[in-house]
Nanobody
């Protein structure tokens, strides 16, 4: 039993910032990576940022330079700082984790991020 809970979503104006947070709980033993996916209506889910247990990060080209993923002091937490937000960033953002796997295999329920004037 694994649960991922996101927080920090909301409504923000273009150019604004939001910070998303995620915490994993339950029967977790080995988290190889945590990341953030997003899905907009009519679009497929995409990985926007990820961080491995070793601290290496990766970003989708669309968010590179604007978003920053970081691990919390607790290893089962992760945050996503989103700056210079654009309307195209509007989506449901899902926290994800690669647990006992090199691929992301768990997702949270999602938190809505809306970028609009």
């Amino acid at each position: 039993q694994v649960q991922l809970v996101e927080s920090g979503g909301g409504l923000v104006q273009p150019g604004g910032s939001l910070r998303l947070s995620c915490a994993a709980s339950g029967s977790i033993s080995n988290i190889n990576a945590m990341g953030w996916y997003r899905q907009a209506p009519g679009k497929q889910r995409e990985l926007v940022a990820g961080i491995t247990s070793g601290g290496s990060t990766n970003y989708a080209d669309s968010v590179k330079g604007r978003f920053t993923i970081s691990a919390g002091n607790t290893k089962n937490t992760v945050s996503l700082q989103m700056n210079s937000l654009k309307p195209e960033d509007t989506a449901v953002y899902y926290c994800s984790a690669a647990i006992r796997s090199r691929l992301y295999n768990y997702w949270g329920q999602g938190t809505q991020v809306t970028v609009s004037s």
